[in-house]
């Protein structure tokens, strides 16, 4: 699937934490009422404590409430077919093959022309993303976050980073709603989104 690069820079894609969902007491419906009022252009699901038949089962209820936003899964390939794409992590990647440009080979057997994402962190990271078959990079931290605390903060390499890659940059980590951040495609907002 080809996002949409249309989009405005600075579009917000947003991350559907189940847990912090949880801790909110906030339902799925209200999240993606929030997410269209907010003219989202990409929604993320995470769920690192779910077992795989609520998470399908989530998947499936956000599908159906967010069309006709993108709905993309995080970390989880055999998830994907309930949505619309998948975001994977450097580590994630390594897991399916120990050279990135075979991991991707083979996870688009599985997924086809469904959206990729890849999360980088350093130049390094990025100049070898240009080389793949991913649709987006996420690229962060943008500040201290309370979600991910092992996050390094990318401050003044920032625009750098972002000026290396060939590929729509999602800005991830403490991003918030009213943030503008130069050059970036998306902003990945997370526990802000809670807060409109």
């Given amino acids: 699937m080809i996002l949409n690069l249309e989009s405005k820079k600075n579009s917000i894609y947003a991350l559907l934490d189940a847990q912090t969902l949880k801790a909110k007491g ?24 779910g077992d795989f038949k609520s998470k399908k089962e989530n998947l499936q209820k956000i599908k159906t409430l967010c069309s006709p936003i993108p709905l993309i899964v995080n970390d989880e390939v055999e998830l994907v077919e309930f949505c619309d794409g998948l975001h994977l992590g450097q580590e994630d990647l390594k897991k399916i093959a120990p050279i990135a440009n075979e991991a991707i080979s083979l996870l688009r057997e599985k997924i086809g ?26 690229l962060g931290a943008y500040r201290l976050t309370t979600t991910k605390s092992d996050a390094t903060v990318l401050k003044e390499s920032l625009q750098e980073l972002i000026s290396l890659s060939l590929k729509p940059v ?18 990945v907002v997370g526990s802000d989104l809670y807060e409109h």
């Fill in 113 to 138: 022309d469904k959206i990729l994402g890849l999360s980088t962190h350093n130049k390094k990271e990025i100049l070898e993303a240009n080389t793949l078959a991913v649709d987006y990079i996420g």
């Fill in 170 to 187: 999602a800005v991830i980590g403490g991003v918030r709603v009213d943030d503008e951040i130069e050059g970036a495609t998306y902003k």
């Fill in 26 to 49: 906030w339902s799925i419906e209200k999240f993606i009422f929030t997410c269209k009022a907010l003219h989202v252009k990409l929604i993320q699901y995470r769920d690192k404590d």
